[in-house]
């Protein structure tokens, strides 16, 4: 049972294109892998992906401050018996590496963090380079398991990443790229 | 007051209302466990800042349960936004309590800004909280913090404190096994 849901605006389009079928996807995926309880920070690539699980009075959704609150957050509701996953920009796994070390890491947690993959050849904001490019060498170095996802066909991945988070309590990783959203249907 | 007095209190109204604790890490944490471990106590061994977002998190997926974070000065000033956090999504079953003791005890008393001009409880009221008190003396502390717990909002309290520490030893837990124990009683409890 919800208490004092935190209702972020809702989008005035409820028809259904391609874009929301790939949003949808991608919730389906991480709800069957077993996740239950989300932390988000919005991003333009993440925003469907949010809006569908704030819409859903059976998830418990919390919008963050800052990523690293929600490695905190995510930890407490693993002691509360929920499964969780963080959505944010991979720039926020920077803000979280001593969190995600030092207490999910510490004390065995599953976590599955979903993050829209910025940089690259598509990226317009400059300032997204520099994480965009040291991710991959970042999760590698912590020891973070993760996947990239380019195709709608790889979006099975998920569900496999978060029941794999849960199972093995540990920190999993997806990283959407751009192009799933621009992949001819 | 000294430090070791307020988490006696706390402690006590916890036992008394089988309420979980989220401890920070460091001295509290180590005083915590000092007075009288028991399985409803989770103390934190790092990541410095989080335990009112871990206690938040456990508050929102525990909504049966009374959650105690036991946050310091220090800590809280790393993580304000998490207060924000916790004003809009208003768990009724947490309460927040803050230590002030205007300094970093873990690491040799080296002043935080609540002992310039900066006031926790004011930055708490600004970012939503309704119910914020600060305290001054153990009576006070006691039945506040009473209330608090056993109130069905979210509150904050902040405890000012004496630069004091007790020489206690580290936490011999291990870390699963404390969270294990942790998860358990909350499962059993809600089993029973």
């Known amino acids: 049972m919800r208490r004092n849901k935190y209702k972020t605006t809702q989008s005035p389009f409820n028809w259904m294109n391609d874009k929301d079928m790939i949003d949808t996807l991608i919730v389906d995926a991480m709800l069957a892998g077993g996740i239950d309880f989300f932390c988000s920070l919005p991003c333009n690539m993440l925003a469907g992906i949010i809006r569908i699980i704030d819409g859903r009075d059976d998830l418990d959704h919390i919008p963050i401050t800052r990523e690293e609150e929600g490695v905190g957050i995510a930890a407490g509701a693993h002691l509360g018996g929920k499964n969780p996953a963080i959505l944010m920009q991979n720039s926020g796994l920077g ?12 004390y065995r947690m599953p976590l599955l963090l979903l ?30 398991d993760y996947c990239s996802i380019f195709r709608r066909s790889d979006i099975a991945s998920i569900r496999v990443f978060a029941k794999d988070a849960i199972l093995k309590s540990e920190i ?10 621009d992949e001819e249907s | 007051m000294k430090r070791v007095d307020i988490l006696r209190i706390v402690l006590k109204v916890a036992v008394e209302i089988r309420g979980f604790i989220i401890s920070n890490l460091g001295f509290p944490s180590r005083e915590l466990y000092h007075i009288r471990d028991r399985d409803e106590n989770f ?13 938040l998190g456990l508050a929102v997926s525990s909504p049966e349960k009374e959650v ?48 310039g001009v900066t006031d926790l409880a004011a930055i708490a009221r600004g970012a939503g909280i309704e ?3 600060t305290v001054r003396d153990e009576k006070e502390l006691e039945s506040r913090f009473f209330d608090a717990v056993k109130s069905d909002k979210l509150s904050l309290i902040v405890a000012k404190s004496d630069k004091s520490w007790e020489d206690v030893p580290i936490i011999d837990l291990d870390p699963l096994l404390m969270k294990k124990r942790f998860i358990k009683a909350i499962r059993a409890d809600f089993e029973g």
Not at chain 1, 172 to 181: G, R, S, T
Not at chain 2, 88 to 93: F, L, V, Y
């Open chain 1, 172 to 181: 999993k990783a997806v990283l959407l790229q751009k192009e799933l959203w």
């Open chain 2, 68 to 115: 105690i974070a036991i946050e310091g000065d220090g800590s809280i000033l790393m993580n304000l936004g998490s207060l924000a956090t916790a004003a809009n999504i208003r768990p009724p079953n947490l309460t927040i309590l803050i230590i002030d003791n205007e300094a970093h005890s873990s690491t040799g008393f080296q002043p935080t800004f609540t002992a």
């Open chain 1, 115 to 144: 993050m829209s993959h910025r940089g690259g050849r598509y990226e317009r904001i400059v300032a997204q380079m520099p994480m965009g490019d040291a991710i991959i060498p970042l999760l590698e170095t912590l020891g973070i």
């Open chain 1, 95 to 106: 803000n979280s590496i001593n969190a995600l070390l030092s207490l999910t890491t510490l």
């Open chain 2, 131 to 133: 119910d914020v008190v």
């Open chain 2, 43 to 55: 103390y934190m061994l790092g990541s410095m800042g989080l335990c009112g977002s871990i206690a």
